[in-house]
């Protein structure tokens, strides 16, 4: 995942600033180089480097946040069932996090697995697990009121993928929410500047939310937001 993120097709956008951000020493080793290739090998092998050196903090710090999640597990995990009105199935209640050297921090539904940064903070680790988790108990929902959606539309580059990354700042700042958790949550920068007919793209949705008679409907009335606009959003 950090290879595609350093080397992103043209299509997708471009997390490469992020990962060298981090690694600043790694830019270097990858000027000048385009073959695909070459620059996994250069990549692979400076990550191990990475992972052998911080190997000891990364199972410190797996250590530590697993802890400061066990206080708020049960009341978060409650409260996002609360809001998003989806029960947790006994198959789903095994989420991995893994502390990882990757600062992009991606999620993958099939596996109920997601990223966190190690170099994160405490308080930064719980709200992208937060944001991740909510990720995985949305999509079950979704799947209940729209049944016939593919999940290979869950993903980039899909409009079902956009919708489901510019709605946590509408959820997530949920009152039950913050009561557990206090943070502002937010959606991609992107999503946050865009403006739509001279509003804010998000301010639409969260009149939908505040509206809503339930979570599907807020579901129903987002989706066809967000189709009737398909080309405006995927311009973003």
């Known amino acids: 995942m950090i290879h595609y993120f350093l080397n992103p097709p043209k299509w997708d956008w471009d997390w490469s600033g992020a990962v060298y951000s981090n690694y600043p020493e790694l830019k270097s080793k990858l000027a000048n180089i385009p073959d695909k290739a070459a620059r996994r090998k250069i990549e692979y092998a400076f990550f191990k480097e990475v992972f052998q050196k911080e190997q000891l903090q990364l199972e410190k710090r797996s250590h530590y946040f697993q802890r400061e999640w066990n206080n708020k597990n049960d009341e978060l995990m409650a409260a996002l069932s609360k809001v998003v009105e989806q029960d947790w ?3 789903d209640l095994r989420i991995c996090a893994r502390v990882s050297l990757n600062p992009i921090c991606p999620r ?3 596996q109920i697995t ?3 940064f190690y170099k994160q903070k405490p308080k930064s680790m719980m709200h992208t697990s937060i944001h991740e988790i909510f990720h995985f108990i949305y999509f079950k929902k979704w799947k209940k009121v729209f049944p016939k959606s593919r999940e290979e539309e869950f993903d980039f580059p899909h409009l079902t993928w956009k919708l489901s990354e510019i709605v946590p700042e ?3 700042n949920d009152k039950r ?7 502002h949550f937010v959606s991609y920068p992107e999503y946050e500047k865009a403006l739509l007919d001279g509003k804010p ?3 639409y949705f969260q009149n939908f939310y505040d509206t809503r008679a339930d979570f599907a409907d807020f579901l129903r009335k987002s989706w066809k937001f967000v189709k009737n606009h398909e080309i405006e959003i995927n311009a973003i």
């Not at 929410?177 to 943070?183: A, E």
């Open 89 to 91: 199935r006994e198959d």
């Open 108 to 110: 993958y539904l099939k």
């Open 114 to 116: 997601f990223d966190v």
């Open 170 to 172: 509408i959820v997530l």
């Open 177 to 183: 929410i913050q009561k557990v958790f206090k943070y």
């Open 201 to 203: 793209l998000l301010l």
